[in-house]
């Protein structure tokens, strides 16, 4: 007999946590608690909203984040089936159009006949067998609850967003698309002289920022810093990051510019664009002033402002199992970013997992973990075994699995050799550990759906 399970938690490692759980046979109810309280980053009530960015990142399986998406595919996982249906064109990585992607998921779950959706706030842990996805924006009910049965107070962090502008409104005589290398034309590029940079980076520092708290002091996770806090850090901070001007060249003079804004396609259409790493705490009227003072972006319309709103995350190593559950309760397991991942695909990957290990639990079998040759295996034995008093989030990368037998010195070699090592490794271990893939899905990222 299976049992009836709570999945807490609507987002992308709640939906692929319940859709794992419903998929062997259990009766699953979905708590979310939108549209009853809403949250400082969600605009809609769709499941699996994204609120940070439209890119999943890398698909290409020499990187970290494309290994580890073939990793989920071999899961099963609903987040890239809902991904390649509603994709956008976006060079080597995998983008979406985020209302039809939401809708996408929201569609997958709903459906499902074994999953009842439940429009409530959870302000306390189910004390049935469950899993709390509640992500970074989790209620302060819940948190308190949380907080309570962990007996530690936990870690929290800010994290911002970037502002979306229309494509109409961009200078097509300064603007131009171009990908790094001439590897791909799917991004449009502002290029900046060295007197347009020094201009834009002191209007950047001078500009009107919202009040908070003492933002010096506040724990950001480094791979998504504000663009003012990358510029206080020295003057050639952004030049050496998100403004980097490598591998592109301005048509009006044949030369590589001082420093270049990108933008990124955020829906099929092409009306919107996103800056790439323009995550901002200024106040709308800074974001204004400032960010047209960009070359091309001098009269554009915004149709999303940047924003900051706090994040919060577990002390995994100091307060969870390895698989992610309460120490006295292995049928009580958190996934997401609330765990200590970073990054949509990390998220959902911890959900499936969860709804795994859930299932063996609830049927006596001892929780796995895939082994950390892996990129997800990789990711949790950082979480399980980082320093208690230094954990912070964590992306995939391959710094996260274990190193070569032997040593490789050219990097490209060394990457494939990592990917194909961890796809062995995965395959096996979900052989030996009885997990079941997806029937005849595929394994590798298909072509990107043609625009309509």
């Known amino acids: 007999m299976t049992e009836r399970v709570t999945v807490v938690g609507g987002g992308l490692a709640g939906c692929e946590a319940a859709l794992r759980l419903a998929s062997a046979g259990h009766q699953v109810t979905l708590l979310e608690m939108r549209p009853v309280r809403r949250t400082e980053a969600h605009q809609t009530d769709n499941l699996g909203e994204l609120v940070?960015?439209?890119?999943?990142?890398?698909?290409?399986?020499?990187?970290?984040?494309?290994?580890?998406?073939?990793?989920?595919?071999?899961?099963?996982?609903v987040l890239l089936d809902c991904a390649d249906e509603t994709s956008v064109p976006a060079g080597s990585a995998l983008a979406v159009d985020r209302q039809l992607f939401s809708a996408a998921?929201?569609?997958?779950?709903?459906?499902?006949?074994?999953?009842?959706?439940?429009?409530?706030?959870?302000?306390?842990?189910?004390?049935?067998?469950?899993?709390?996805?509640?992500?970074?924006?989790?209620?302060?009910?819940?948190?308190?609850?949380?907080?309570?049965?962990?007996?530690?107070?936990?870690?929290?962090?800010?994290?911002?967003?970037?502002?979306i502008?229309?494509?109409?409104?961009?200078?097509?005589?300064?603007?131009?698309?171009?990908?790094?290398?001439?590897?791909e034309s799917d991004y449009l590029n502002c290029p900046m002289?060295?007197?347009?940079?020094n201009i834009f980076i002191d209007a950047l520092l001078e500009?009107?920022?919202?009040?908070?708290?003492d933002w010096d002091a506040v724990p950001y996770f480094e791979g998504c810093l504000p663009i003012e806090v990358m510029a206080s850090r020295g003057r050639e901070?952004?030049?050496?990051?998100?403004?980097?001007?490598?591998?592109?060249?301005?048509?009006?003079?044949?030369?590589?510019?001082?420093?270049?804004?990108?933008?990124?396609?955020?829906?099929r259409a092409g009306q919107m664009w996103n800056l790439v790493g323009f995550q901002t705490r200024l106040r709308i009227g800074g974001q204004k002033s400032v960010f047209r003072s960009i070359p091309g972006l001098e009269q554009c319309e915004f149709l999303?402002?940047?924003?900051?709103?706090?994040?919060?995350?577990?002390?995994?190593?100091?307060?969870?199992?390895?698989?992610?559950?309460?120490?006295?309760?292995?049928?009580?397991?958190f996934a997401g970013q609330l765990t200590g991942v970073e990054g949509y695909t990390e998220s959902a990957a911890s959900g499936i997992l969860a709804g795994i290990n859930l299932g063996r639990v609830l049927k006596g079998e001892e929780p796995v973990v895939p082994p950390p040759t892996t990129m997800l295996g990789g990711l949790f034995r950082y979480m399980r075994e980082s320093a208690v008093d230094r954990f912070q989030p964590m992306n995939s990368n391959w710094g996260l699995v274990d190193p070569l037998e032997q040593r490789v010195r050219d990097k490209v070699r060394k990457r494939e050799m990592l990917a194909e090592r961890a796809q062995t490794d995965f395959r096996e271990w979900m052989e030996a550990s009885g997990i079941e893939g997806p029937v005849g899905?595929?394994?590798?990222?298909?072509?990107?759906?043609?625009?309509?």
């Open 193 to 197: 002289s060295e007197s347009e940079y």
């Open 441 to 452: 899905g595929p394994v590798e990222a298909p072509a990107q759906a043609a625009l309509p």
């Open 207 to 213: 500009g009107d920022v919202y009040d908070g708290p």
């Open 237 to 267: 901070t952004l030049r050496f990051g998100p403004m980097k001007p490598i591998g592109l060249t301005d048509p009006r003079s044949g030369k590589r510019p001082h420093a270049v804004v990108q933008l990124r396609r955020e829906d």
């Open 105 to 163: 998921m929201t569609r997958a779950v709903v459906s499902h006949p074994r999953i009842e959706v439940a429009r409530e706030e959870s302000e306390a842990l189910p004390e049935g067998p469950a899993i709390v996805a509640t992500g970074p924006l989790t209620s302060d009910a819940l948190s308190s609850a949380i907080q309570g049965a962990l007996g530690n107070e936990g870690l929290a962090f800010y994290d911002a967003i970037a502002p």
């Open 52 to 77: 940070c960015t439209n890119s999943f990142k890398s698909i290409h399986p020499k990187n970290a984040h494309g290994q580890l998406k073939r990793e989920m595919r071999a899961l099963g996982s």
């Open 165 to 183: 502008v229309h494509r109409d409104s961009l200078d097509e005589s300064v603007v131009f698309a171009a990908g790094r290398f001439d590897e």
């Open 304 to 333: 999303r402002w940047g924003s900051i709103h706090r994040n919060a995350y577990l002390n995994f190593p100091a307060c969870l199992t390895p698989h992610g559950s309460l120490k006295d309760r292995p049928d009580l397991i």
